[in-house]
């Protein structure tokens, strides 16, 4: 329970929930030594596994940032939810859900068992790699560069700057991909892609390696958590039907094998990536006392040091107790 929030926007109260984080993120730190940096990836190897930082922006604009906060790291799997976006908006939501179903598949990221062990007419869902490299067939464009320009364009309207491509990160990942390719080959064969697979994981592996900060995932978040719209200017960004399967979305399947858990003990919308990065979107709702952010908020939280399921160990656990705290859980 945050304690002396009673002038939510004054400076005082900022200043509170200033100390509380930053004393969340001291404390959650000392989690990092339970998990380790992502290897398959080699360039992702070099990150720090002790950083860990977090960015929360309120509808408001009150925003809070604590710890390892300038730190650029790539999408990777939390593009998935841009590209979903991105294809929705292009193709339209009945078509996007006739070429990939919703489904969670209690499985890894990179695994294709649920393929091969169900008559399945389309990918389970969109945020598992297979799914992903679906969706990211339909993107209209002959290159990787084309197809991606639709990409970078939603991801400049929402963070007001255009985001680069981490280069090194993308040789790296392309050259050690043999999973993903793996997956690819087994999506051709069952008919599921919808253009040349050589350029779908050219461009996976690209919207993979986008840079972006704890500031921009929030800022993506908190965009999410209103439905769409941008609370700034009142504009559309996301329609509001997309924006809402994708909420959905992130929380059946935002952690792969570990979306039951985190939605029992967070209860948040959000989306992780092997980078370290998650994106979480915290809806408004209505509580009896006066909590933090009840009008919604985005979070982005960074901290490479990963789980068993590769996700942010310390940052789901720093998400963990400020859902608690703050009462942020939709449910
Ligand atoms: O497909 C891959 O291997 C990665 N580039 C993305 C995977 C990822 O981020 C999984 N999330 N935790």
Same mark, same amino acid.
């Given at each position: 329970m945050v304690q002396g929030v009673a002038n939510w926007n004054t400076g005082e109260t900022q200043e509170w929930l200033q100390q509380y984080v930053d004393d969340w993120v001291a404390f959650y730190?000392?989690?990092?030594?339970d998990g380790s940096v992502a290897t398959y990836i080699p360039e992702l190897q070099k990150a720090d596994p002790n950083d860990l930082g977090i960015a929360i922006i309120g509808k408001n604009g009150l925003s809070v940032r604590s710890g390892d906060t300038e730190i650029p790291f790539t999408l990777q799997s939390i593009s998935k939810a841009i590209t979903f976006i991105v294809a929705c908006m292009d193709r339209g939501v009945s078509y996007m859900l006739d070429t990939v179903?919703?489904?969670?598949? %209690?499985?890894?990221?990179?695994?294709i068992m649920h393929l091969e062990m169900k008559p399945v007419k389309?990918?389970?869902?969109?945020?598992?790699n297979a799914g992903a490299i679906t969706v990211t067939s339909t993107l209209p464009g002959e290159t990787s560069d084309e197809r991606l320009e639709p990409v970078f364009q939603l991801l400049e309207t929402m963070l007001g700057y255009r985001p680069e491509l981490n280069v090194d990160v993308y040789e790296s990942e392309r050259d050690s991909s043999t999973r993903n390719r793996a997956i690819g080959y087994y999506l051709l064969e069952m008919d599921f892609?919808?253009?040349d697979l050589d350029i779908t994981l050219e461009t996976y592996f690209k919207q993979c390696s986008i840079d972006v900060s704890i500031d921009d995932l929030a800022r993506i978040g908190m965009i999410l958590a209103n439905d769409g719209m941008d609370p700034k200017n009142g504009e559309e960004i996301i329609p509001r039907q997309v924006a809402r399967i994708t909420k959905v979305l992130m929380l059946t399947? %935002?952690?792969?094998?570990?979306s039951g858990k985190f939605a029992t003990y967070v209860g948040i919308p959000a989306k992780s990536g092997v980078s370290g990065g998650i994106l979480a979107a915290v809806p408004p709702r209505v509580r009896e006392e006066i909590m933090p952010f009840t009008d919604g908020c985005g979070i982005g939280v960074y901290g490479p040091a990963l789980g068993d399921k590769g996700n942010s160990i310390a940052g789901i656990r720093l998400l963990r107790h400020i859902a608690t705290q703050w009462d942020l859980s939709i449910f």
């Open positions: 730190r000392k989690h990092i030594n179903d919703v489904e969670p598949t %209690g499985e890894a990221f990179n695994s389309k990918p389970l869902n969109p945020f598992n892609l919808e253009s399947c %935002g952690m792969y094998d570990a």
